[in-house]
T-cell receptor
Framework: AQTVTQSQPEMSVQEAETVTLSCTYD???????LFWYKQPPSRQMILVIR??????QNATENRFSVNFQKAAKSFSLKISDSQLGDTAMYFC????????????FGSGTQLTVLP | NAGVTQTPKFQVLKTGQSMTLQCAQD?????MSWYRQDPGMGLRLIHY???????DQGEVPNGYNVSRSTTEDFPLRLLSAAPSQTSVYFC?????????????FGEGSRLTVL
């Protein structure tokens, strides 16, 4: 079984600054995917970024990028130029390749962007 | 685009009552799943389906039943509600060939069991 750990229950950042959210995972699988999902106060779950484990290059999506360290089983999310709309709960998630879309989520990090 | 639609959005039950959370998607997605979200625990998989007529258990299936008679619908049934089932429930769908792992979530259903 896989586990996903987010050790920062809450974080805050000033608007326009950069913040990094941490995530570690444990698995014996070699082929898998990692994700960051965002849940704003509306409760809607939104995919922010995804990373295939077989790719060495770190994924980027506009202001969002990841630092994927496969050997260390670490998958952090960096948000650059933070905006008020980034205030949300962020979940790290793991999916084994071929697992019919079964995701294992971490406990989440509540990020608050301060004006 | 309706996407994934969950009903009801809020529900209060008494212990022992039964109810069904409805989930419908209009994107012809093969995969559908139910998660529950509890404070400090993230989302946990209850049941999932890879297509009409095929369902399987996730991490926390006890106390819940599902069926998938059509591609569009994936209802979650609580046969005898317990206070431990107080939670926010999310239905999600995904399709083969899409960005792998990208789930489309409903808006959630908040259930309180007294």
């Amino acid at each position: 079984a896989q586990t996903v750990t987010q050790s920062q229950p809450e974080m805050s950042v000033q608007e326009a600054e950069t913040v990094t959210l941490s995530c570690t995972y444990d698995t014996s699988e070699n082929n898998y995917y990692l994700f960051w999902y965002k849940q704003p106060p509306s409760r809607q779950m939104i995919l922010v970024i995804r990373q295939e484990a077989y790719k060495q290059q770190n994924a980027t999506e506009n202001r969002f990028s990841v630092n994927f360290q496969k050997a260390a089983k670490s998958f952090s999310l960096k948000i650059s130029d933070s905006q008020l709309g980034d205030t949300a709960m962020y979940f790290c998630a793991f999916m084994k390749s071929g697992s019919a879309r079964q995701l294992t989520f971490g406990s989440g990090t509540q990020l608050t962007v301060l004006p | 685009n309706a996407g994934v639609t969950q009903t009801p959005k809020f529900q209060v039950l008494k212990t022992g009552q039964s109810m069904t959370l409805q989930c419908a998607q209009d994107m012809n997605h093969e995969y559908m799943s139910w998660y529950r979200q509890d404070p400090g625990m993230g989302l946990r998989l209850i049941h999932y389906s890879v297509g009409a007529g095929i369902t399987d258990q996730g991490e926390v299936p006890n106390g819940y039943n599902v069926s998938r008679s059509t591609t569009e619908d994936f209802p979650l049934r609580l046969l005898s509600a317990a206070p431990s089932q107080t939670s926010v429930y999310f239905c999600a769908s995904s399709m083969e060939g899409a960005r792998t792992g990208e789930l489309f979530f409903g808006e959630g259903s908040r259930l309180t069991v007294l």
